[in-house]
């Protein structure tokens, strides 16, 4: 019996990384996808083979751009049947403050193709496959409340496309319910800078006031949580929105800056 593989769009760090980490311990193989941190993402290939014993293969592309991402499916399937879980983490995200005045027609699009056109493009290039072997999990990555279309306050570009991309991972999961595939959406929390590769162990030493939970959040919890999505008996759930926020209000965080 073959093992299942899954695609992590930007998998080579961040919690990416951490997830990859995760499913490669269950003996899942990996296609770890990068756009440009090509030594990081060859090493952890070697890294998780070498541990685990998985087959893992790095493959470049830009997800916002629908010729990388053919590339990207015509290469994974060369090495592996069937790609069984395709998890869409990687998504362009701009830290500087702007209003949606400022961005250029340029960066717009390149926010919207990168957060959700991507998720379009690599689902439909890869839920055939699923389909005929009537099984697949699709998982996306959202933020705190995105089911609920709210305004993010400079940052309205990142917002309208991952609203978009909650509402297409809805739909992939009603259409595709039939098929054994499921689609859901992880909506982490605070999780920033050297925390989106820790794990929960180091976190529970450290003191965090501003978190309900009293720590930080890590890629650990993130991966967790899309571990626990792409078992054989989570099919029941499908078409959920999943907050992973340790009970902060994200959004709020935001609004007070």
């Known amino acids: 019996m073959r093992n299942k593989a899954a695609l992590i769009t930007g998998g080579a760090t ?3 990384k951490r997830t990859a980490n995760v499913l490669a311990a269950k003996g899942i193989d990996l ?4 756009r440009s941190s090509q030594k990081e993402a060859v090493s952890l290939c070697g890294e998780l ?4 014993g ?8 830009d997800i916002s751009i629908p010729a990388d991402c053919m590339k990207m499916s015509e290469n994974a399937l060369k090495e592996f049947p069937v790609i069984d879980i395709v998890i869409h983490n990687a998504g362009p995200y701009v830290h500087e403050r702007k209003e949606m005045l400022d961005y250029t027609f340029e960066q717009w699009n390149y926010l919207i193709n990168g957060n959700l056109n991507a998720v379009f493009y690599l689902s439909k290039l890869f839920i055939p496959k699923m389909r005929e072997n009537g099984w697949g999990r699709i998982i996306t990555i959202g933020f705190d409340r995105v089911e609920s279309a709210s305004g993010w306050i400079y940052r309205s570009a990142f917002a309208a496309a991952k609203t978009g991309a909650a509402s297409l991972t809805r739909s992939i999961a009603l259409e595709e319910a039939g098929n054994g595939i499921t689609a859901n959406m992880v909506c982490p929390g605070d999780i920033i ?3 989106k590769e820790k794990n929960i162990d180091e976190a529970a030493e450290i003191q ?5 939970v009293g720590r930080p959040g890590t890629g650990e919890d993130i991966a967790r949580v899309i571990s626990f999505l792409t078992d054989e008996k989570s099919d029941f759930i499908t078409g ?10 994200v959004l709020g965080k935001f609004y007070l800056e």
């Open 14 to 16: 961040g919690i990416g």
């Open 31 to 34: 296609v770890i996808n990068y």
């Open 49 to 52: 083979t070498e541990k685990y």
């Open 54 to 61: 998985t087959k893992n293969i790095a493959l470049q592309g």
């Open 193 to 195: 800078g050297e925390w």
């Open 208 to 212: 965090d006031n501003t978190s309900p």
């Open 240 to 249: 959920s929105i999943i907050p992973v926020t340790g009970g902060k209000d």
